[in-house]
Every structure is written in structure tokens, then in C-alpha cells.
């Protein structure tokens, strides 16, 4: 009894530590900014807005200074995203300074932060210090400036939340970040013979966002009302955790959680709440039931999946080779290829999965800056010719 409460004690101390710890982490880092001027304001104080500090050079020339969430090394994925707002129309000119490494997201602008459109080459110049400078017209309307698109973690629940409705799907809150969001998951209700299943997963890396507009629409596929995807959600369950880093993507992070953590390297020591429930929802395809394929949604440089080496064996075999073939041969505008990339010691979900169940544990990697409608319209495309190859592989087991 004694010793029992004694280790209750002791728990609540570590709790109350890591607590601390945390507040230390969130108060050295302040992405969320009001900058007043005479006329002009700037502000980040948003769900997933980052800016670390503003400056007035002159009367219609600013200064915004992006840092990221924790001190290098991190990865160089610099996330900026503020609001200008004006009294009077003007044009004004913002540098976009970084404290580390240098721009990399062509600036995207908005009125509403639902329709996202390019920035033209002639209002954004990239200076030889890696410093992005913006023209802007400015005035009373709020124009949204952001790296991608912005998709808030509110933008995943209420997507996720319309799915199950619309498609009579679980939607169960695993567990909670380390900032007490829920991480939830999506998933076909099945029957009890559903003993199948595909696993999916996005937004580890919060400013990764071509990942998860790819992520919807392969989704949806799979929901779609084809013989198809009908035949698919019959023979296979499919489970959806599209917000893993919920507190990362509301910070504006460039790639931690709140933990500090790169979330995609934490898939074996589990150190992190956020991994942590990963591990324990893919415990049950350990005993009776089957995974046969997990998808981990991801940006980078280009289009790109990154799969198993070709002599790494995988159940399904071949999956992978097999599916960029097929789906080679029917998308167009959308170049991408297969990195086939051995097991090595980074605790990635790709490494984890692979290494763990055997299946083939596939990071789909898409471009920063790959036309949207490709993304979308490549996606709807992979979806289709993975139901086909694991409906094939399934029938010839
Ligand atoms: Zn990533």
C-alpha cells in the first residue's frame, strides 16, 4: 500500500517535470506575434501562424524574422505564415529573414484561408543571403502570406468528422498529444470476419501540407461509391490517423512536436505521447489481425515514394515496383518515382512498420511545389491501383 502510493508520488513528480519542461520549451519559442504600426498590422496569432519577430525599416518596408521551433539541428522546412491587414491600400515590401538556413516555400496568399493561390514571380525575389522579399498589396481586407496553404489541425477534424458520418466510419480519439489535443483515428467499422487491414498516416511533419492534400483525396477514393472501392472496404478494414503532430501543426512548426521531438524519428524508442499511441493501435496485427500495407503522407523536394530496398522482401511481394508500374502508366503532370531505400537504424514508420509486420511501409513523398490539381488527381490514381493490387494479392494468397 505504502510503496504503491510512494510510486503514485513519484509519478505525479515526473508528470509535473515533463510539464514543466514543456512550458520551458513553448515559452522560449513565441511564433504568435501582434506587430502594430501606424496603419499597418501583422500578426501570426493563429492556428498554425509563425513569425518570431517584425521590424518597421522604413515607412513601407518590413522586416518579419522566421525562426524555427527549436534551436538547429532541426530540419530546414522554414514554415512562416502571418496576416497583413492595413487601413489604407499600399504597397509594401516585407523581407522574410531566417535565422537558419534559407527560404524554400514559394510564398502562397489568401483572402479567406481557404482559396490559396501562387504568389507571381514579379511581387517575391529571393535575395543572395537566402531572405525572401515580398510585394504586397495591402489593405483593410486581411491578406493571409504563408509558406503552403494553411491547414490548421481544425481543418483534419472537421474532415475526418465529415468522413465518418458520411461514410458510417469510427471516429475514436486514441490518445492526446502532449499538449492535451486528441489524436484520433478513422476507421471502417467491418464485421467480425474484417481481419484485413490497411494503415495510414499523416501530418507528422506539420509545414509538410502537399502530403496531406494528397492524403484526402487517396482517401476519399477509397470512400467512393466505385464497384471498385465497394469491393475494396468489403474484403479490406482501413484505419486513418491523418493528424499525428496536432500541436507542431497549430505551433507552425517546421518539424517538431511539443516534445521537441522529430516525430518520424521517435517510431522504436517511442518517446513521445504522439508515437507512442501509434505503436499501440498497430499492436493488434501482431496476433489476428493482418496488416498489408501502411502509408505514411510526407513533403519534400519532388514527388517521390520511398519503399523497401528490392532485396527486402515484403508481404505483399513486390508491392511497391508493382504499383508505381501501373500507376506510371496512367498518370500524367505528375513525375514522381520509387526510391527503394534500405532498413537503416533511423526510427522512422517506415523502418518501424517494415521491420516490425514485414508489409510493405511506404512514405509517400510529394513535391512542395507540384501543381495541386496533380496532386490530387495522381492520388486518386495511386488509391485506385493499390485497392486493385491487394484485392489481387488477397485473392491469390
Ligand atoms: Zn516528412
Known amino acids: 500500500m505504502t510503496s504503491s502510493l510512494a510510486q503514485r508520488i513519484v509519478a505525479g513528480a515526473t508528470m509535473w517535470t515533463l510539464l514543466a519542461i514543456s512550458f520551458v520549451v513553448s515559452a522560449q519559442d513565441e511564433p504568435r506575434r501582434v506587430c502594430d504600426y501606424d496603419t499597418l498590422t501583422i500578426r501570426s496569432d493563429f492556428s498554425g501562424g509563425r513569425i518570431s519577430g517584425c521590424e518597421q525599416l522604413s515607412a513601407n518596408h518590413y522586416r518579419l524574422t522566421i ?16 496576416i497583413v491587414t492595413s487601413e489604407v491600400e499600399q504597397s509594401v515590401t516585407v523581407d522574410l529573414v531566417y535565422t537558419y538556413f534559407k527560404h524554400r516555400y514559394w510564398p502562397k496568399y489568401s483572402r479567406d484561408s481557404r482559396q490559396w493561390s501562387r504568389f507571381d514571380s514579379e511581387n517575391v525575389t529571393i535575395l543572395d543571403d537566402g531572405s525572401a522579399r515580398l510585394t504586397l498589396t495591402v489593405n483593410e481586407e486581411p491578406l493571409f502570406v504563408a509558406g503552403q496553404e494553411i491547414l490548421p489541425y481544425e481543418f483534419h477534424t472537421a474532415w475526418a468528422k465529415k468522413m465518418a458520418a458520411r461514410h458510417d466510419l469510427n471516429f475514436v480519439e486514441l490518445g492526446l498529444s502532449r499538449h492535451q489535443k486528441p489524436i484520433y483515428k478513422i476507421e471502417t467499422k467491418g464485421s467480425d470476419q474484417t481481419e484485413d487491414y490497411i494503415f495510414i498516416v499523416g501530418r507528422q511533419h506539420p509545414p509538410e501540407v502537399t502530403g496531406a492534400l494528397a492524403l484526402v483525396p487517396y482517401t476519399e477514393t477509397l470512400f467512393a461509391e466505385t464497384a471498385l472501392a465497394k469491393r475494396f472496404r468489403d474484403t479490406f478494414g482501413i484505419v486513418i490517423v491523418p493528424a499525428l503532430n496536432p500541436d507542431g501543426v497549430e505551433q507552425g512548426h517546421w518539424r517538431h512536436s511539443m516534445g521537441s521531438k522529430d516525430l518520424n524519428r521517435d517510431w522504436g524508442p517511442f518517446t513521445q505521447p504522439e508515437t507512442r499511441l501509434m505503436r499501440e493501435e498497430l499492436e493488434r496485427f501482431r496476433t489476428d489481425e493482418r496488416l498489408w500495407l501502411f502509408l505514411d503522407f510526407h513533403s519534400t523536394a519532388r514527388n517521390v515514394l520511398y519503399t523497401q530496398a528490392d532485396d527486402e522482401a515484403t508481404n505483399p511481394a513486390h508491392f511497391a515496383a508493382n504499383w ?17 531505400r534500405p532498413v537503416t537504424a533511423l526510427p522512422t514508420s517506415k523502418n518501424y512498420v517494415y521491420t516490425t509486420f514485414g508489409v510493405p511501409a511506404i512514405t509517400y513523398e510529394v513535391g512542395d511545389e507540384t501543381n495541386r490539381k496533380s496532386i490530387e488527381d495522381a492520388a486518386v490514381v495511386f488509391a485506385e491501383e493499390m485497392m486493385r493490387l491487394l484485392l489481387d494479392a488477397k485473392a491469390n494468397q
Request: net charge positive.
Open 324 to 340: 508505381t508500374k501501373v500507376v506510371k502508366a496512367r498518370v500524367k503532370n505528375y513525375a514522381f518515382e520509387r526510391a527503394p
Open 67 to 82: 525562426k524555427p521551433e527549436d534551436e538547429p539541428p532541426i530540419n530546414t522546412s522554414p514554415w512562416y505564415a502571418f
